[in-house]
């Protein structure tokens, strides 16, 4: 069965508040190539382009985390 995959800009925000700022960013960028004008999408692709130090420390936070989970998950499957 295929995946219905409903792209807004509500989703958008809700991977933002998430910390994936990478779909976040995808999410946009296909909204964009719909509605080119549109400033909301530009925008929030600039924004999510720019590498900030809090964005940094997410994406480090976020690889901890990933390695901490296959941890749990591979004692779990021992």
């Not at 779909?23 to 999408?41: F, I, Q, T």
């Amino acid at each position: 069965m295929e995946k219905l995959k409903i792209l807004t800009s509500t989703l958008a925000e809700i991977y933002i508040r998430q910390g994936h700022l990478d779909k976040a960013k995808e999410v946009y960028e296909k909204l964009l190539s719909r509605d080119s004008g549109n400033a909301l999408y530009k925008g929030r692709v600039s924004l999510l382009e720019q590498d900030t130090p809090e964005r940094k420390r997410l994406r480090a936070l976020t690889q901890i985390l990933k390695r901490l989970e296959e941890r749990r998950d591979e004692r779990d499957t021992n």
